[in-house]
């Protein structure tokens, strides 16, 4: 079959696995020139790579105006109170968080005596992924906790509470280059191909 340059075009922008389906997006925000989506609860192993073959990461998020954002965006999509996978971590290197957009970290926004990796308690489990808070009406924070400040946790989709009769879902916030950069990217792959098919 031959591919001509505008067919790898349409490959290179619609063949995006969809493990996790998207909710939401691509929603911009002109302050920082980045494009937005609301993936559906999974894990952050799972949202991150996602993300990755969306062709960004998880959110990076590198000041109280973004955090805003990303909160007030997408924490009540839909009407329903949801918990947001954000693109920081420490697995790997405990005690040190890094974004998985490789971006410095130069902004933290964690809860009152967060980050605790689950206090240490041996049955929870490891908490290397971070994701910003919302409270659910019938469920009050942890005292002192805030809306869309960020906790550490287990790389789970989902936690329950009130002695396990109510469950919560954690959804990932994928970040993306602005539009302007994907189109260069697909225009830079089609001029490649044809000048590829020329010789």
Avoid at 192 to 198: K, L, N
Wanted: hydrophobic share 35%.
């Amino acid at each position: 079959m031959r591919i001509t340059g505008w067919a790898v075009v349409l490959l290179y922008c619609t063949n995006v696995a969809q493990a996790v389906p998207v909710l939401s997006g691509p929603i911009f925000d002109p302050a920082n020139g980045r494009q937005y989506y609301l993936l559906d609860k999974s894990t952050w192993s799972a949202a991150e790579s996602q993300a990755v073959a969306m062709g960004g990461h998880l959110a990076t998020i590198r000041n109280q105006s973004e955090n805003d954002f990303v909160f007030n965006t997408f924490s009540h999509f839909a009407g329903e109170p949801r918990d947001l996978w954000i693109g920081l971590s420490d697995a790997g290197h405990e005690g040190t968080f890094t974004w998985s957009s490789g971006l410095p970290l130069t902004f933290s926004n964690f809860q009152i005596n967060q980050p605790d990796n689950g206090a240490g308690d041996p049955t929870s489990g490891a908490e290397n992924y971070v994701h910003m808070n919302t409270q659910r009406g019938a469920r009050p924070h942890v005292t002192g906790w805030i809306d869309g400040k960020w906790n550490d946790f287990q790389d789970v989709d989902s936690y329950t509470y009130f002695g396990g009769i109510a469950t919560q879902t954690i959804d990932g916030v994928v970040e993306t280059p602005e539009p302007g950069a994907i189109s260069l990217v697909a225009i830079g792959v089609m001029l490649v191909s044809r000048r590829t098919r020329r010789k």
